[in-house]
């Protein structure tokens, strides 16, 4: 049983496609996002946890409380892809993490525009000219990871120092299943929102990915194969799978599921469209499971 992040989930799904037609198993896989993996995995309800964020450490309390030990491993690396409508006729050349917050943060509870964000970004530094359109913002719900991730990287820093909850806008189109979220983007022509970049680079030419910057007038990076592996895209982050400890020591199928996921690793991920670790951080994650 495996549950989880939606950004992992077709790594998973491969992996146990292929287990299940070469073993006598049945490996089910389904991801209605980290938060709600993290929610059964800690309860004993799943063996394997898909997660697009490191586990949190109120997580660790609950898994701790009912007795659920666990074995932590990175798997791959992905970016948050933030996109608009291919069509937008005023699509940004870069947006910082300052015009992020304005755009999306706190503080932009109830703008309907661009422009609104416009003095908030420029209160951070900001010197992009953002175009007075309507704003159709979408993106990942509370119960995903990427939405964690996307608040931990981007949003955080710059709320805590305005005294602000790390926290998104409440006021979009949210959703768990990133496939609908490229959907609401390409419904309208001045569209933003954010998903994993496997699903963006699958979305095609209906969708235009907006370079990113860290800092006002920082260097803009475009989220490739390339930044997301080196890390220069700042919108990177590693994805993992936990292990419950009790399953992988008592059910043979599971500590042979992922015996199975690891000793592929590199092509699974690939296969599923996303980034490889390098060889290291795989030399790591192998220490990691022989070790448990």
């Known amino acids: 049983q495996i549950s989880g992040s939606s950004t992992v989930e077709p790594i998973s799904a491969i992996v146990g496609e292929e287990f299940d037609g070469q073993n006598d198993t049945s490996t089910f896989v389904d991801g209605p996002g980290t938060g709600d993996?993290?929610?059964?995995?800690?309860?004993?309800?799943?063996?394997?946890?898909?997660?697009?964020?490191?586990?949190?450490?109120?997580?660790?309390?609950?898994?701790?409380?009912?007795?659920?030990?666990?074995?932590?491993?990175?798997?791959?690396?992905?970016?948050?892809?933030?996109?608009?409508?291919?069509?937008?006729?005023?699509?940004?050349?870069?947006?910082s993490f300052a015009d992020l917050y304005a755009l999306i943060g706190p503080e932009a509870e109830g703008i309907s525009t661009w422009a609104d964000a416009q003095p908030v970004a420029s209160e951070l530094g900001s010197t992009t000219e953002l175009p007075d359109a309507e704003l159709a913002l979408t993106g990942p719900g509370q119960e995903s990871g990427t939405y964690d991730s996307f608040i931990e990287i981007a949003l955080e820093g710059i709320a805590e120092e305005r005294g602000q909850e790390p926290t998104t806008r409440t006021d979009y189109e949210a959703n768990a299943d990133d496939n609908i979220i490229i959907q609401n983007i390409e419904s309208s022509d001045t569209s933003l929102g954010w998903v994993g970049f496997a699903f963006a680079e699958g979305a095609g030419d209906t969708v235009a990915e907006i370079p990113i910057s860290e800092e006002p007038g920082g260097d803009c990076v475009e989220p490739t194969a390339e930044t997301i592996s080196d890390e220069s895209y700042p919108l990177s982050r590693p994805l993992f799978i936990y292990v419950n400890a009790a399953s992988a020591e008592e059910n043979p199928a599971v500590a042979a599921f992922v015996d199975f996921y690891l000793a592929d690793l590199n092509t699974f991920v690939e296969e599923a469209g996303y980034i490889v670790m390098p060889d290291e951080t795989v030399a790591e994650t192998m220490s990691a499971w022989e070790g448990r």
Do not use: H
Not at 78 to 87: C, I, P, Q, R, Y
């Open 37 to 95: 993996g993290f929610a059964l995995f800690c309860d004993g309800e799943t063996d394997i946890s898909d997660a697009s964020r490191p586990i949190e450490d109120d997580e660790v309390a609950t898994c701790e409380e009912n007795g659920i030990e666990f074995i932590e491993l990175q798997i791959a690396f992905d970016g948050m892809a933030v996109m608009t409508n291919a069509n937008n006729p005023s699509t940004p050349e870069c947006l």
